[in-house]
């Protein structure tokens, strides 16, 4: 059973930046697809960033350039990177383990980002 732990969300201005951690536990991050997602005020989940077993990452449309996403083995971590804030990137943060067709079965329990405009 993989448990992910979730942290670094906060009140930041738009255009500041933030970085979010995923420290797990009972399984290694590089043996999944860590995936980062967030969910909006208005209940939209939405996939912002992955990361695969072999280092390869896919990040969406409305976060690409902005959002990097990273892993420490050693620490069994991984990282989300936010720059550029916008307000409407205002959400509670999750990591999540998964397999490469995108089914996800571990997953945090969040941590909010909340970007003032």
């Known amino acids: 059973q993989v448990q992910l732990v979730e942290s670094g969300g906060g009140v930041v201005q738009a255009g500041g930046s933030l970085k979010l951690s995923c420290a797990a536990s009972g399984g290694t991050v590089s043996a999944y697809t860590m995936g980062w997602f967030r969910q909006t005020p208005d209940n939209q989940r939405e996939l912002v960033a992955r990361?695969?077993?072999?280092?390869?990452?896919g990040y969406a449309d409305s976060v690409k350039g902005r959002f990097t996403i990273s892993r420490d083995i050693a620490k069994n971590t991984v990282y989300l990177q936010l720059s550029s804030l916008k307000p409407q990137d205002t959400a509670v943060y999750s990591c999540a383990a998964g397999n490469p067709t995108g089914v996800y079965a571990y997953w945090g329990q969040g941590t909010q980002v909340t970007v003032s405009s």
């Open positions: 990361i695969t077993s072999g280092g390869g990452t």
